[in-house]
Nanobody
Framework: LQLVESGGGLVHPGGSLRLACVGSGLSLDYFAIGWFRQAPGRDREGVSCISYTGDYTEYAGHLEGRFTISKDHDKNTVYLEMNSLKPEDTAIYYC?????????????????WGQGTQVTVSS
């Protein structure tokens, strides 16, 4: 499975972005997908995860309500819609996949990673 992220960029505080994670090589119908982020000098943190069916989602507590994860099976793509962005959301955002279920929305539970896309929130 290869994953490629896109959609990052520079946005003002309060703005929105939609990140995309496109899978190739294998169908994402069989993979749980997670979004993670890493800011300079900080550990990588889980943002949101979605089950391989797309029926179950979870979010980091402090992000729920602003971020929405979704899966488009036809496009083999998982999206992360980010609204009301804050400067502290600035980070490199990665998507990652694991076959079947996952134990926790943590980076150790996922084994196929994209290269990341930079999100910068600044005025």
């Amino acid at each position: 499975l290869q994953l490629v992220e896109s959609g990052g960029g520079l946005v003002h505080p309060g703005g929105s972005l939609r990140l995309a994670c496109v899978g190739s090589g294998l169908s994402l119908d069989y993979f749980a997908i997670g979004w993670f982020r890493q800011a300079p000098g900080r550990d990588r943190e889980g943002v949101s995860c979605i089950s391989y069916t797309g029926d179950y989602t979870e979010y980091a507590g402090h992000l729920e309500g602003r971020f929405t994860i979704s899966k488009d099976h036809d496009k083999n793509t998982v999206y992360l819609e980010m609204n009301s962005l804050k400067p502290e959301d600035t980070a490199i955002y990665y998507c990652a996949g694991t076959l079947g279920g996952y134990s926790a929305c943590e980076s150790d539970a996922f084994d196929s990673w994209g290269q990341g896309t930079q999100v910068t929130v600044s005025s």
